[in-house]
């Protein structure tokens, strides 16, 4: 079984810089269900989503437009929302933008090793 | 994060008696997706079904009849085939009855730590 080390160092983890917005409405830590976070993760989009989060942010969080999908804003909305809602993003909203990072902590301490399995995804060929 | 050994001890893997019915159709250990097993997973009623087997088994396998659900039987068949579809768990025909065990093994070699995440599960109260 791969160690938290290994996941630690695959996944950035950007320092959370001063002044943020308030995070959208989500589930706290303690109230992060399993079934809900298998469920936010059991679509390709949202795994592409929190894998490209895990391994490539840039920056503390990611607008849609980050991630270069061609797909309707209307559709990304509703994957972003759901995966927040899970817990497994954080939002924020910036003025007319809403930004997503992955609320790696919180995952690890609920669910060890889930993110490391997101990390080790790829898409189907 | 628990080790394999944590997940091992507490997942009780019976041997597999001799003269078993072939299995039902099923992804090949190298075509298990993690979008489809969490897809699988993210229902309250089958985690509580692996769950079970992984905690409980008394025997190989076990049929629906074993889990003392109170629910129509047409509900429970569409639930296992789905941890079936998905390559939770295996699923043989004997006679008339159709009984499943968790494909331990074969999920610990594509996605490990998952089946600890399931083993530690509880329903919400």
Redesign the interface.
Known sequence: ????AG?ASATKVLPEPPGLPEPLPEPAVEEL????V??A????LR?TIVRKLLLESEQFDHSCGWFGFDRPKSSLTHHFKALREAGVTRQRQYGLERRSHVRVDDLNAR????L???AA?TP?V
Chains 1, 2 share one sequence.
């Open positions: 079984m791969p160690s938290t996941t269900r399993l079934e809900a298998l469920g993760l059991s679509d390709p795994l669910f060890p090793g889930l490391y399995l997101v995804w189907e």
